[in-house]
């Protein structure tokens, strides 16, 4: 499975519905992209102990960094319709990798062909 950002930063605030989000963290195989990195650790705001504790979540994940076959695959996705550049190149590492993307913000991607997504505030049992 490969989580979102927003995943990430619900889990670390773990509150209520949020508290699946974090159960969602402790998979085994929970990874996330590169971007996914940059976009939760880049924040610049963070309250009390935040920012680590993103950082210990990560700590325990495969990080996929952006290759050559997830920048082609981005571009492409980028081409067909309007997207972020972190929504496009999280998309394309799910892709490339065969991974299952856990987001909360579906919509954003029910498009992309070949893409299997899980709203894990709705979709998921943990």
Same mark, same amino acid.
Request: with cysteine; charged share 20%; proline share 1%.
């Given at each position: 499975?490969?989580?979102?950002?927003?995943?990430?930063?619900?889990?670390?605030?773990?509150?209520?519905?949020?508290?699946?989000?974090?159960?969602?963290?402790?998979?085994?195989?929970?990874?996330?992209?590169?971007?996914?990195?940059?976009?939760?650790?880049?924040?610049?705001?963070?309250?009390?102990?935040?920012?680590?504790?993103?950082?210990?979540?990560?700590?325990?994940?495969?990080?996929?960094?952006?290759?050559?076959?997830?920048?082609?695959?981005?571009?492409?996705?980028?081409?067909?319709?309007?997207?972020?550049?972190?929504?496009?190149? *999280? /998309?394309?590492?799910? &892709? @490339?990798?065969?991974? =299952?993307? %856990? #987001?909360?913000?579906?919509?954003?991607?029910?498009? *992309? /062909?070949?893409?299997? &997504? @899980?709203?894990?505030? =709705?979709? %998921? #049992?943990?």
């Amino acid at each position: 499975m490969l989580l979102d950002s927003n995943v990430l930063i619900y889990a670390s605030k773990a509150k209520d519905l949020e508290d699946k989000a974090a159960k969602l963290v402790k998979q085994t195989d929970a990874c996330v992209s590169a971007i996914t990195c940059v976009e939760v650790l880049g924040y610049h705001s963070f309250k009390g102990t935040e920012k680590t504790d993103l950082e210990t979540m990560l700590e325990y994940m495969t990080i996929f960094l952006v290759s050559e076959q997830v920048i082609e695959s981005a571009i492409s996705l980028r081409q067909q319709k309007s997207m972020s550049l972190g929504d496009s190149i *999280i /998309a394309a590492t799910a &892709l @490339v990798h065969g991974k =299952v993307l %856990y #987001t909360r913000n579906t919509d954003d991607f029910k498009w *992309i /062909a070949g893409l299997q &997504l @899980v709203n894990p505030f =709705v979709d %998921y #049992t943990a």
